[in-house]
C-alpha cells in the first residue's frame, strides 16, 4: 500500500517464508515497472522489470506480478533471508510522456522486516 | 565493474553557501538522472540528460537548483544559495537507452542545510 509523510508501511516476516509486497501504480498509460529495494545509507537497487505486455517474470526468488486491470503490482520474495531486510520501492514510467513527466515514479516504498 | 558514484557523501553546510553535488555514470550510459529523497516526499526527479544534453527540468524545484553534464562522464547539481529545505538525499543514476532500461543509482549524497 502507499504511505503518507513519515511512516512507510512494514511487513513483517519469518526467515524462510515467502514475502509478498504489493504496489497500486497511478497511471493506466505507464508501460514499464521497476522494483527497488533500498538498504540504508544507499541507493536504490535494481531487482526486476517487467513491462506491461507482460503479466508475470520471474528472476532468482523473486516474481513480479502485473494486473493492469485494476493497476496493481506485486513483488514477491521466496524463502527470505535476513539480508532481504529493506525498503522495496515500486517504480513506473509513463508510455505517453512525451517530454512530460519523463525518468521514473516512485511509490512511497514498503519496509520489509525479516524476523529470525 | 564500477557503479554510478556519487561524492561527497555527506554535505553539512550553512543555509546560503553554494553546494555542489557530483556524479559519474557508469561507462557506456546515455542516459543520467537526478532525484531527490526525503521522507515527506520520497523519491522524485529533478531533471535527465540524454548524451549530455538536459531533456526535462520540470523536476527542479527553484532557480536556485541548477545541472550539468559537461562530458559523458561527469554531471554536477548545484544548490546556490541553499536553504535547510534543500536537505534531502540527493541521487544519480544512469541507464542504458531510456526505454525499458532500468536505471541503476548510485549511493546518494546526504545533504544537511543548516
Known amino acids: 500500500g502507499e504511505s503518507v509523510g513519515l511512516h512507510l508501511p512494514t511487513l513483517s516476516v519469518q526467515e524462510g517464508d515467502n514475502s509478498i509486497i504489493n504496489c497500486a501504480y497511478s497511471n493506466s498509460a505507464s508501460d514499464y515497472f521497476i522494483w527497488y529495494k533500498q538498504e540504508s545509507g544507499k541507493g536504490p537497487q535494481f531487482i526486476i522489470d517487467?513491462?506491461?505486455?507482460?503479466d508475470k517474470r520471474q528472476g532468482q526468488r523473486v516474481t513480479v506480478l502485473l494486473n493492469k486491470t485494476v493497476k496493481h503490482l506485486s513483488l514477491q520474495i521466496a524463502a527470505t533471508q535476513p539480508g532481504d531486510s529493506a525498503v522495496y520501492f515500486c517504480a513506473e514510467r509513463r508510455a505517453d510522456s512525451g517530454g512530460g513527466a519523463d525518468g521514473l515514479t516512485f511509490g512511497k516504498g514498503t519496509h520489509l522486516i525479516i524476523q529470525p | 565493474d564500477a557503479g554510478v558514484i556519487q561524492s561527497p557523501r555527506h554535505e553539512v553546510t550553512e543555509m546560503g553557501q553554494e553546494v555542489t553535488l557530483r556524479c559519474k555514470p557508469i561507462?557506456?550510459?546515455?542516459?543520467l538522472f537526478w532525484y531527490r529523497q526525503t521522507m515527506m516526499r520520497g523519491l522524485e526527479l529533478l531533471i535527465y540528460?540524454?548524451?549530455?544534453?538536459?531533456?526535462?527540468d520540470s523536476g527542479m524545484p527553484e532557480d536556485r537548483f541548477s545541472a550539468k553534464m559537461p562530458n559523458a562522464s561527469f554531471s554536477t547539481l548545484k544548490i546556490q544559495p541553499s536553504e535547510p529545505r534543500d536537505s534531502a538525499v540527493y541521487f544519480c543514476a544512469s541507464s542504458f537507452g531510456y526505454s525499458n532500461q532500468p536505471q541503476h543509482f548510485g549511493d546518494g549524497t546526504r545533504l544537511s542545510i543548516l
Open positions: 561507462s557506456g550510459h546515455d542516459y
Open positions: 517487467i513491462r506491461s505486455n507482460m
Open positions: 540528460f540524454n548524451n549530455n544534453v538536459p531533456i526535462d
